[in-house]
């Protein structure tokens, strides 16, 4: 059974970073494409960030281009979502999840497999 852990929410102010991490338990980590998406109150969830598993070129919604950075670690089982100059229109609850053997192209959230419960971004002055 895969698990996804997401860490590093919280309150920062506009311009500020932060860091979220996603630890998958299990051992073929680096056969998943590893996402980010978000969820605003009263909002849709919507993609972010994704990094195919087959070393295809990342992906990112317009935005978030040119702020924020996946990356991942397939030693550590851990998947990174750098968050650059802040904007309040980023405050959401964050989750992290995983497509087996996915699509190189940017994912669909109904092709997901896996979900973490979701950390909180709050960007506020």
């Known amino acids: 059974q895969v698990q996804l852990v997401e860490s590093g929410g919280g309150l920062v102010r506009p311009g500020g970073s932060l860091r979220l991490s996603c630890a998958m338990s299990g051992r073929t980590f680096s056969k998943y494409t590893m996402a980010w998406f978000r969820q605003a109150p009263g909002k849709e969830r919507k993609f972010v960030a994704a990094d195919p598993w087959s070393g295809a070129a990342t992906h990112y919604a317009d935005s978030v281009k040119g702020r924020f950075a996946i990356s991942r670690d397939n030693v550590k089982n851990t998947v990174y979502l750098q968050m650059n100059n802040l904007k309040p229109e980023d405050t959401a609850v964050y989750y992290c999840?995983?497509?087996?053997?996915?699509?190189?192209?940017?994912?669909?959230?109904?092709?997901?497999?896996?979900w973490g419960e979701g950390t909180l971004v709050t960007v506020s002055s």
């Open positions: 999840a995983a497509s087996w053997l996915g699509d190189d192209g940017p994912p669909h959230i109904d092709r997901m497999d896996y």
